[in-house]
Each structure stands twice: as C-alpha cells, then as structure tokens.
C-alpha cells in the first residue's frame, strides 16, 4: 500500500467541509448513520445522494456545487458501515440499508430528490415507490436494480471479492471507461476495503441467488419524474439493465452518457451535474416552496 485509503477518505471529509457540509451521524433502527449536510441557494427540493455498494460520499463531490445552487438543501447519506457510519454489532443487510436511507429522507421533513449509483439507485428507486408522498422526483446514476441473475450476477459477486491487489485493479478496471492513472497507489487498501465485513455482508447476498429486479408492480407506484443517466461504458452491471429501465419507467427516462463507466458522475462530471441542474430546474412547480 503507497497512499493509505484512510487519507484518501479524509481528503474527501476535508472537501466536504471545506464546502460548508456539516458532518453529523444519527440513530435509526440501531444502526448509526452518517450524514453530509448542508442548506443551499436554489428552489429545487432538497436532493438526497446515496452511494453505491462499497463506496461512500466521495463519489459524489463532483456534484456538489452543482446541488447546492439548484436545490434548497443538500444530504449525502453514508450507508451502514460504508464511509463514516460506525460498524455496530453485525453489518447491516440490504434491506436494513434502505431502510437507513428511508429513516433519513423521513428526517429532512419535506419532499426531496434522490440521487443514486448503483446500490444506491437500486434503494432510490425503491424508496420512490414506497414513499411517494415524500419523493419529489429521482435521478439514477447506472442504477442497480433491473434483474441480475446467472452469469451477470456471478461477475459482480466476483468483482466484488477483493482481498488482493489484483481484484482490486480488476475491479477499478469494470468500475471506470478510463480508470484514474494512480488508482494502483490506493489498491491494496481497495482490495482490503472491499473485502471488509459490512461489503461482503451485501454480496452474499447477491452470492446466494439471482436477483429478479424490482417487480413491475413497485415500479408503478412512482409517481414523481424519474431520470436514469447510464456510462454506456458500464462493465460492473449488464447492458440490458437499459433495456429494462425503458421498458419499466419510460424509453424518454433513460439516456446515455458517452465515455463513462459505472460511475458517469466522476468520468463526465460536468455532463451529468449540467443535465442534472435541468432536471431540477424543470421539476413540477408544486414541488418548490
């Protein structure tokens, strides 16, 4: 290990405090949950940011100036054990994730935009249907979610096994379209990283079945304006998630984000944070104070 991950992460604490972010953790279900916080200068709903299976709020600073002038309000929600939520007692199940996530868009007391990558699209999504009254719309960020199921779902068991540094470069490799040039000074602390407690507690269970997809039905009760942005480079979840995101939501909701991978809001930053911004800007007037 060069660079230890743990000063990468306090780097990106740094940035986000240095932003104006409040950094806080509070109670919900036992579980401690860490949040990113801070007012902003727009008219927009607040926007709730959750990231994906083994990452944390870093990936979402390139948005951040972004959400602070368009929106009322900006939170980036740490789930259980990831970035600074402490580990208590055994690591949290996915469904004790969305519910960590559900207990925090409770909180802001007002209708608020999710905005989710991967694992955190999938519990977006499902948190949009199950609490519509409290959803003003949801951007989707190569979302987690479509069916994943036999040798699809295998390679992102694998992916995800880390444990040494060569799967832990592999991993950046399907995680990016062109994967940052000194990511292997980090990679002995991903490869460690991921295969922690609180990541491997998520993929078994992806390891022990096929996932299904959120049904049809869930889907349907989404009533605010959905946007998926998908890196048409993706190499972590299969090219016919798009297919059925069109097919489950509108074929208008889905568009692509040319030289991207899996995490289009860190490869083509300002793309994203500008169809972003309009996506704000054009939610329904009754959403806005």
Known sequence: MIVPLSAVWLAAHALYRVQGFASRTFQTGGRALHLYERSGHGRAPPALLIHGLGGNAYSFLPLLRTLVRESRRVVAVELPGHGRS?????????????????????????????IGNSLGGAIGLYTAALLPDRVAGFVGLNPAGAPLVGADRRAVVDAFRGGDVAAARELVGRLYHRPPKASWLVARGLAEHWASRPVQ???????????????????????GPVLILWGEHDRILPAS???????????????????AGHLPQLEQSRLVAARVARFLRELPSLSRK
Not at 213 to 220: F, K, L, M, R
Request: with cysteine.
């Open 241 to 259: 998630s798009v297919d059925w995101f069109r097919a489950a939501l509108r074929p208008d909701s889905v568009e692509m984000v040319p030289g």
């Open 86 to 114: 402490p580990l208590a007692g055994e690591p949290a199940t996915l469904a004790e994730c969305g519910e960590a996530v559900a207990a925090a868009l409770v909180e802001l007391g007002e209708p608020a935009v999710l």
């Open 201 to 223: 507690k998520l993929v078994e269970e992806l390891r022990l079945a096929d996932q299904p997809g959120i049904p049809a039905e869930t889907v349907a009760r989404i009533v």
